[in-house]
C-alpha cells in the first residue's frame, strides 16, 4: 500500500534530537503503512547515518533518507531533496528538533483531507517537557499559533502537488524560504489555513549568548523576502521592522541618551521596548528584578539582528530593520 | 591488583541514598578482593582524607551551588575541579564515576592519562529527564564519549539507552549486600509492610502506596505500613497525615534497616524510573516478598510470583491488590527461601566479577 502521507525532516548535525523525533514518529497513532518518512541532512561524522540505517523505523520500511554533502546547505535543499524523495501525495514537513505528540500524524493527514489543495500550518508549542529551561535567559524555541505568515517548516503540511508546481523552497537563502514559498503558493491563489489541532512540540535550547549573537548572521537574507513579496510588508511591524522591539529600540536608546536631563521621559521611551522585549516570569518583585536583568542580554541581541537585518537591507536592497 | 578511582558527589555519611551505597558496596568488595580502592566523593565542609572500610575516601569541598540549581543547571558541578584534580593526583589504573558530571572529569583525566574512564550510570536515561536541566544533555553525552566503558544498572536501563542516547551499554546489576541482609528474627505478629522509599521524594510514589494501604486495612484492620521517616517533620505531616496504622521508622542505618525487614512481612517500592530497585533486593535478602510497579528494572528482580507480586496500573486498587497477595505470600513457610534465593542472585561477589572482568577488558587491571 502507498504511503498517504509523508514525514520530510532536514537535520544538520543534531543526532540526538533527530534520534528522539525519529522516536515519537514512531510512537505515531496512524497506522505504519500510511505514512513515510524521509530525512535529508547534511550532517558531518558517522552517527546522523548510523541512527538512519539502523533505527526501528528503517528496518520496518517506514524511513528512508538521503546523504547530501557534509557541510551548511542551506535548509531549502535539504528539504527538497527529501520531498523529492518522498512519494505520498500529502508531505508534513518538521524539524529535526521537534517531538510530534502522538496523534500528530493521524490529526495532519485529517486536515489534509478536510482542505484539498491547501497548505495546512501546524501549531507549535515549547516542548511541556522543557518548559523549566525557558528561564534560561537566551534560549532557541518555537511558538506557533496558526495561520501565521511566515510559514514554518517545524509543522506544515503541503500537497506535492503544490511543491512540485512551485519548484520547492529557494535553495539560495539561509532563512525565509519557508515563508516565501507560502507566498508564491498563496499568489497563485493555493488556500493557506491553519489547524491547530495538528499541534507538535519544540524543543527548548538554552544557548549562550555569544553563540546565539553569532547565529543571528543568518538573518541577512531576510530583506530578501520583502523583496520579492512585497506584499509581505504588511506582516511587519510599521512595514519596516522585522519586530515591534525593533520599532521601540531607537525610542529607547533616545531614552537612554537623554537619561541625565529627563529621567521621566527617558522612562517613557525605554518602556515600550521593556514591555515588548523582556521576557515575562510571572508577577512579584523577584520576577520583575529578574526580568529587568535581561535588559542588556535583550538589547544585545535586538541591537544585533537590527545590524544583520541592516547589511540585509543593503545587500538585498529592500529596507528591513 | 588495580588501582580503582570511584567518583561520586556525595558519600556517606551526607547523603545515603543509592548511588552511595553503589559506593560502598563495590568498593568494599573490590577492597576484599586486594584492589586498591579510593573513592572520590564532595562535601560542603572542608577537604577531609580518610580510611574507612580498608578504602581511602577523599572528600574534596563542594563550592554552594544554590544560585546554578536555581538557574535549572545540572547538579552537582561545583566539585568537579576539585574531582579532577584529585584524579590527576592520584596514581589510579581506572576512574569509575558514578554520576554523569563526575564522568566529565573522569573522561578529561582519561583523555590526559591515557587511562581508562568507565560511566556507571546509576538511573534509566530518557528524553524527558535528559532535558530537565540545563547542560544535562552535554554533560551525559561528554561523560559517555570519553567512557571506554558504559554501564547499566539493568536491562530496562541498558534498553533506554540504546533507544534514547543510541549507546551500548553493558549491563551489570548493582551490588546487593546479601552478607547484612539476611534472614533472621521473628516477623511482626500483625501484617506490617515496610517501604524505604524517600518520602518526600515525587518519583517514589509514597503517597499512592499510602491510599492503597488505607485499602488493604479494609481487609486486614491490624495491618501497619512503616515509612522511612524523613528528615523535615512538615514532609512527613504533608505526606503521611493522620493515616491510620501508618508510623514513620529510623532506618537510615544499614542494620536497623534489616531488622526492619526481617519483622516485616512485605517490602513495597511503588516507584516509577527505577534503574534497580536495591531496595527491594535487600528485603528479599531478609527473606521478605516484595511489591513493586511493572516499571523501569524492578521486573528483573521480582521474577516469579514466588518472591513478590507487581501492579500494572499506578492506580490504589491495583497497588492495593498486589499488597494483598503478598501478604497472603508472606505466609507460606516457602516464601523466604525463595525470596534469598532470587536475592543472592545480585550478591556483592557477582557483581564485583563483573567488575574486575571489566576493568581487565578494557585495559585497566593494575
Known amino acids: ?321 | 591488583m588495580t588501582r580503582v578511582a570511584l567518583l561520586t558527589p556525595t558519600y556517606w555519611p551526607e547523603v545515603r541514598r543509592g548511588t552511595e551505597r553503589f559506593a560502598h558496596e563495590v568498593g568494599v568488595g573490590l577492597t576484599e578482593r586486594g584492589d586498591d580502592v579510593t573513592i572520590v566523593t564532595s562535601h560542603k565542609s572542608r577537604p577531609a582524607t580518610a580510611t574507612e572500610d580498608g578504602m581511602r575516601v577523599i572528600r574534596n569541598w563542594r563550592p554552594p551551588d544554590g544560585r546554578l540549581r536555581r538557574r535549572m543547571f545540572e547538579d552537582y558541578l561545583t566539585h568537579l575541579p576539585f574531582a579532577y584534580l584529585s584524579l590527576r593526583r592520584g596514581d589510579y589504573d581506572v576512574a569509575n564515576a558514578l554520576f554523569p558530571s563526575d564522568g566529565v572529569a573522569a573522561a578529561r583525566w582519561s583523555r590526559e592519562t591515557g587511562k581508562p574512564a568507565v560511566l556507571s550510570y546509576m538511573g534509566i536515561p530518557d528524553r524527558r529527564g535528559l532535558v530537565d536541566r540545563r547542560w544535562r544533555i552535554r554533560i551525559t553525552q561528554d561523560a559517555i564519549a570519553g567512557a571506554r566503558a558504559v554501564v547499566a544498572l539493568s536491562k530496562a536501563a541498558q534498553d533506554a539507552f540504546a533507544r534514547w542516547l543510541g549507546v551500548q551499554a553493558r549491563q551489570i546489576y548493582p551490588p546487593v549486600d546479601v552478607e547484612t541482609f539476611t534472614p533472621g528474627g521473628q516477623r511482626a505478629p500483625e501484617p506490617t509492610i515496610i517501604c524505604a522509599g524517600e518520602l518526600g521524594e515525587p518519583r517514589k510514589r509514597v503517597p499512592l502506596l499510602i491510599e492503597a494501604f488505607a485499602r488493604v486495612r479494609r481487609e486486614r484492620p491490624t495491618a501497619r505500613l512503616l515509612l522511612d521517616r524523613p528528615r523535615d517533620a512538615a514532609v512527613a505531616a504533608r505526606v503521611v497525615g493522620d493515616a491510620p496504622g501508618v508510623d514513620l521508622v529510623d532506618i537510615d542505618d544499614r542494620i536497623a534497616l534489616r531488622d526492619a525487614y526481617r519483622r516485616t512481612w512485605v517490602s513495597a517500592l511503588p516507584s516509577f524510573g527505577e534503574a534497580f530497585g536495591l531496595v527491594l533486593a535487600e528485603a528479599m535478602g531478609c527473606g521478605t516478598p516484595v511489591v513493586c510497579a511493572r516499571e523501569g528494572g524492578m521486573p528483573e528482580i521480582v521474577d516469579s510470583e514466588a518472591v513478590g507480586r507487581i501492579f500494572d496500573e499506578a492506580e490504589p486498587p491495583a497497588v492495593a491488590r498486589a499488597l494483598l497477595e503478598a501478604l497472603e505470600l508472606a505466609e507460606d513457610p516457602a516464601t523466604p527461601a525463595a525470596c534469598r534465593a532470587r536475592a543472592e542472585h545480585f550478591s556483592r561477589a557477582r557483581c564485583v566479577d563483573q567488575y574486575q572482568s571489566l576493568y581487565q577488558e578494557i585495559g585497566a587491571a593494575g
Open chain 1, 1 to 321: 500500500m502507498a504511503p498517504e502521507i509523508a514525514v520530510v525532516v532536514a537535520s544538520h548535525d543534531r543526532p540526538l534530537r533527530l534520534r528522539w523525533l525519529l522516536e515519537a514518529l514512531a510512537d505515531q497513532t496512524l497506522a505504519r503503512d500510511r505514512f513515510e518518512v524521509v530525512v535529508a541532512h547534511d550532517s558531518s561524522g558517522a552517527e546522523t547515518d548510523q541512527l538512519l540505517e539502523v533505527h526501528a523505523l528503517a528496518r520496518a520500511g517506514t524511513l528512508r533518507h538521503v546523504r547530501r554533502a557534509p557541510g551548511l546547505s542551506p535548509p531549502g535543499a535539504n528539504r527538497n531533496a527529501a520531498w523529492r524523495a518522498a512519494r505520498a501525495p500529502i508531505v508534513a514537513f518538521t524539524d529535526d528538533d521537534c517531538r510530534p505528540p502522538r496523534e500528530w500524524l493521524a490529526n495532519a493527514l485529517r486536515a489534509a483531507q478536510r482542505h484539498p489543495g491547501a497548505i495546512v500550518q501546524g501549531a507549535t508549542q515549547p516542548d511541556p517537557d522543557e518548559h523549566r529551561l525557558l528561564y534560561a535567559p537566551v534560549h532557541h524555541k518555537q511558538n506557533i499559533a496558526p495561520p501565521t505568515a511566515w510559514a514554518q517548516t517545524c509543522n506544515i503540511v503541503y500537497p506535492r502537488a503544490v511543491l512540485e508546481r512551485l519548484n520547492g523552497f529557494d535553495e539560495r537563502r539561509l532563512v525565509g524560504e519557508d515563508a516565501a514559498l507560502a507566498a508564491a503558493a498563496r499568489a497563485h491563489g493555493i488556500d493557506y489555513v491553519g489547524e491547530p489541532d495538528v499541534l507538535t512540540y519544540h524543543a527548548v535550547v538554552p544557548v549562550p549568548l555569544p553563540r546565539f549573537l553569532r547565529s543571528l548572521q543568518r538573518w541577512e537574507d531576510l530583506p530578501l523576502l520583502v523583496k520579492e513579496h512585497p506584499e509581505m510588508r504588511r506582516h511587519f511591524p510599521l512595514g519596516l521592522f522585522w519586530k515591534w522591539t525593533h520599532a521601540w529600540l531607537p525610542l529607547a536608546l533616545l531614552g537612554a541618551a537623554l537619561a541625565r536631563r529627563t529621567s521621566f521621559l527617558s522612562l517613557l521611551l525605554a518602556l515600550p521596548w521593556a514591555k515588548t522585549s523582556l521576557p515575562w516570569y510571572g508577577p512579584g518583585k523577584r520576577n520583575l528584578v529578574f526580568r529587568l536583568r535581561q535588559a542588556p542580554r535583550r538589547l544585545a541581541i535586538d541591537a544585533t539582528e537590527m545590524a544583520v537585518l541592516a547589511r540585509g537591507s543593503l545587500r538585498h536592497r529592500a529596507p528591513l530593520l
